[in-house]
């Protein structure tokens, strides 16, 4: 099967910084979009950032101009740089692909999340 691990989460101050990492393993053919999505107690989960393989992107309107959305594929890891961070960041975030582990079979993974705390 396929894992996604993150890492990268953490306690910041507001206008600080974090790099947000998502590594798949497994068995693994090729992925195809893969992306970040968020989740804050009493909210519902939202896409924050996804990434193509050829690397088209699209972020949140909220984070526009302040989040980056990347990728190494040869490494098959996914990466969200945060700047400008908010308290309405805070968040547990979680990493997605969409992965083909043979030609014919194509799944969607989820990995645990990492929490993310804006706070002074």
């Known amino acids: 099967q396929v894992q996604l691990v993150e890492s990268g989460g953490g306690l910041v101050q507001p206008g600080g910084s974090l790099r947000l990492s998502c590594a798949a393993s497994g068995s693994i053919f090729s992925i195809n979009a893969m992306g970040w999505y968020r989740q804050s107690p009493g909210k519902e989960r939202e896409l924050v950032a996804g990434i193509t393989n050829g690397g088209s992107t699209i972020y949140a309107d909220s984070v526009k101009g302040r989040f980056t959305i990347s990728r190494d594929n040869a490494k098959n890891t996914v990466y969200l740089q945060m700047n400008s961070l908010k308290p309405d960041d805070t968040a547990v975030y979680s990493c997605?692909?969409?992965?083909?582990?043979?030609?014919?079979?194509?799944?969607?993974?989820w990995g645990k999340g990492t929490l993310v705390t804006v706070s002074s």
């Open positions: 997605n692909a969409d992965v083909r582990t043979t030609v014919f079979h194509r799944n969607n993974y």
